[in-house]
């Protein structure tokens, strides 16, 4: 087990392996708690399936959690806040740096990783993308990504999209009082949050299988859901939570 930062690299070479068509170029973002009050976070430009020490920043919480609260900030000072909030690292943090706050603020949450699986954004691109991603359609699905998902409309990416997520999570946590395993953002990605490097990989992996087994259904008129009997069942059997932790 290496330190934060060296697990931090091996999550996010894997999130940009070509060959997974999770993220391709600069796509996506990465981050991980490194204490109690700063994070690990991607910097701007750099690519996933390249990252290496000199791809991160380490960045204060508490100065880039406040700007949530502050609507007027103009790009300028974004990005001169993002520069003033550097503690470790000669770049620049990611334009997504509020949501990697944020997320990194939730409970049992110390590593994050944003992508666009191709497969993904495409049914959230479509039509019909919340009633796709309103049910639980097979068993290991509901073990790694919990019986439901975070669904974000579509934002700006930065600021307004950091806010549109804080919405769609607070949202969640007063009606699942849990933390989502995974954020689904409206034609354009995911958030995968895990208590481990490891947990963020298991999240993304299952996330596109299920979007497969979503096309799937497609062909054959749509998915049919597990009803909440079923799903309830499956979330809370002895045998599944005991699977669900050595996943971690
Ligand atoms: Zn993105």
């Not at 700063?38 to 920043?57: D, H, I, M, N, P």
């Not at 009803?227 to 045998?239: A, E, G, L, M």
Request: proline share 5%.
């Amino acid at each position: 087990m290496g330190n934060v930062l060296d697990e931090l690299i091996t999550m996010s070479k894997a999130l940009g392996d070509p060959n997974h068509d999770y993220a391709i170029l600069g796509e996506g973002n990465t981050s991980a708690v490194a204490d109690h009050d700063s994070f690990w976070v991607k910097a701007s430009g750099t690519q996933l399936v390249q990252a290496c020490r000199e791809s991160f920043v380490r960045v204060r919480s508490l100065p880039i959690l406040a700007a949530l609260n502050e609507s007027d900030l103009d790009d300028k000072a974004i990005k001169e806040l993002l520069k003033s909030s550097t503690v470790e690292g000669a770049r620049s943090p990611s334009i997504e740096t509020f949501l990697h706050a944020l997320c990194l603020q939730l409970e049992d949450v110390q590593f994050v990783g944003h992508t666009h699986p191709s497969l993904t954004v495409g049914l959230l691109s479509s039509i019909n993308s919340r009633k796709l991603f309103a049910g639980s359609i097979f068993p290991d699905q509901i073990v790694v990504l919990g019986p439901r998902n975070a669904y974000v409309p579509y934002a700006d990416p930065g600021l307004p999209l950091a806010l549109a997520v804080r919405e769609s999570i607070q949202e969640f946590l007063d009606r699942e009082h849990r933390v989502p395993k995974v954020v689904l953002m409206e034609n354009h990605g995911i958030i995968a949050l895990g208590n481990t490097a490891q947990e963020v990989l298991n999240i993304t992996q299952m996330l596109v299988k299920t979007c497969r087994i979503i096309s799937g259904t497609l062909a054959a008129g749509g998915p049919r859901f597990l009803s909440s009997t079923q799903v309830d069942r499956i979330d809370k059997r002895p045998d599944e939570l005991a699977r669900r932790k050595d996943f971690k």
